[in-house]
């Protein structure tokens, strides 16, 4: 199916290439140590925060209650 206008083609802008220098490389390979450590403290304390859920949650819901008397159990919300 034509049209009246045709479809403009796009255009292709070449990129230059820039020397690398050794500081640049130096500079670099700390900054990604720095990245890469950051990301392993992150994904420690995200670790520990789900074994810390689910510890409370077994701990708290999961074990069985104390045997107290039923008087001295709450039964109201506030008491």
């Known amino acids: 199916m034509g049209g009246l206008f045709s479809v403009p083609?796009?255009?292709v802008v070449a990129t230059p290439v820039l020397p690398q220098q050794a500081a640049?490389?130096?500079s670099a390979g700390?900054?990604?140590a720095a990245t890469t450590e950051?990301?392993?403290d992150g994904a420690?304390?995200?670790r520990r925060g789900l074994a810390?859920?689910?510890a409370t949650s077994e701990?708290?819901?999961?074990?069985p209650l104390p045997a107290?008397?039923?008087a001295a159990r709450k039964t109201l919300l506030g008491e």
């Open 68 to 70: 107290l008397p039923a």
């Open 30 to 32: 700390a900054a990604n």
């Open 52 to 54: 810390g859920t689910i």
């Open 9 to 11: 083609k796009p255009v």
């Open 24 to 26: 640049a490389d130096a």
């Open 38 to 40: 950051a990301r392993q």
């Open 44 to 46: 420690e304390r995200r």
């Open 59 to 63: 701990r708290g819901v999961l074990s």
